[in-house]
T-cell receptor
Framework: DSGVTQTPKHLITATGQRVTLRCSPRSGDLSVYWYQQSLDQGLQFLIHYYNGEERAKGNILERFSAQQFPDLHSELNLSSLELGDSALYFC?????????????FGSGTRLTVV | AQSVTQPDIHITVSEGASLELRCNYSYGATPYLFWYVQSPGQGLQLLLKYFSGDTLVQGIKGFEAEFKRSQSSFNLRKPSVHWSDAAEYFCAVVQTGANNLFFGTGTRLTVIP
């Protein structure tokens, strides 16, 4: 157990729907990063939150959004889902001084859009 | 922009044989480099990282990597592979201006008895 919790582990939904993926960071970590892993795109950085504030955006679609709450958990919202959104979505957390040098990954949420 | 390239999509080795996974980076300054491993259905686990100093870095599970600036490489090695090493391996670099990692496309390792 890495200490980073992602729920749900699996999600199957239809095209056009909206889903929310949840990530609880490791205790004490202020940063949460979201990544998408798909067969054709590999591991793509989506977005980074630090202590409730958005810090960096990567290849995140406009249909996707995220937020980090006061208790530091984060949610990734995916809307108007398309077949191509099927992927493994990871979050990682890190402490204030570790940044990218100290990622801890969760085990991911596998999203299947049918 | 920085990037990492893993030229080998899939490698097969026999158990007990040595292993080298290749990673080439493109970066203007001294890069911060990482190797991660992903077992099937699992998240990513950090094997080792290089920031500066000694160019030979020791990691977990008996892995090591050598930073070679002249070749822009950070290859991962293990002297004797175990069946449990079968997994996907990712090289990564820190992206400037942000705090996120930029990953290579990965190398899938198959270990045969």
């Amino acid at each position: 157990d890495s200490g980073v919790t992602q729920t749900p582990k699996h999600l199957i939904t239809a095209t056009g729907q909206r889903v929310t993926l949840r990530c609880s960071p490791r205790s004490g970590d202020l940063s949460v990063y979201w990544y998408q892993q798909s067969l054709d795109q590999g591991l793509q950085f989506l977005i980074h939150y630090y202590n409730g504030e958005e810090r960096a955006k990567g290849n995140i679609l406009e249909r996707f959004s995220a937020q980090q709450f006061p208790d530091l958990h984060s949610e990734l919202n995916l809307s108007s889902l398309e077949l191509g959104d099927s992927a493994l979505y990871f979050c990682a957390s890190s402490g204030r001084t570790r940044g990218a040098y100290g990622y801890t990954f969760g085990s991911g949420t596998r999203l299947t859009v049918v | 922009a920085q990037s990492v390239t893993q030229p080998d999509i899939h490698i097969t080795v026999s158990e007990g044989a040595s292993l080298e996974l290749r990673c080439n980076y493109s970066y203007g300054a001294t890069p911060y480099l990482f190797w991660y491993v992903q077992s099937p259905g699992q998240g990513l686990q950090l094997l080792l990282k290089y920031f500066s100093g000694d160019t030979l870095v020791q990691g977990i599970k008996g892995f090591e990597a050598e930073f070679k600036r002249s070749q822009s490489s950070f290859n991962l090695r293990k002297p004797s592979v175990h069946w449990s090493d079968a997994a996907e391996y990712f090289c990564a670099v820190v992206q400037t201006g942000a705090n996120n990692l930029f990953f290579g496309t990965g190398t899938r390792l198959t270990v045969i008895p």
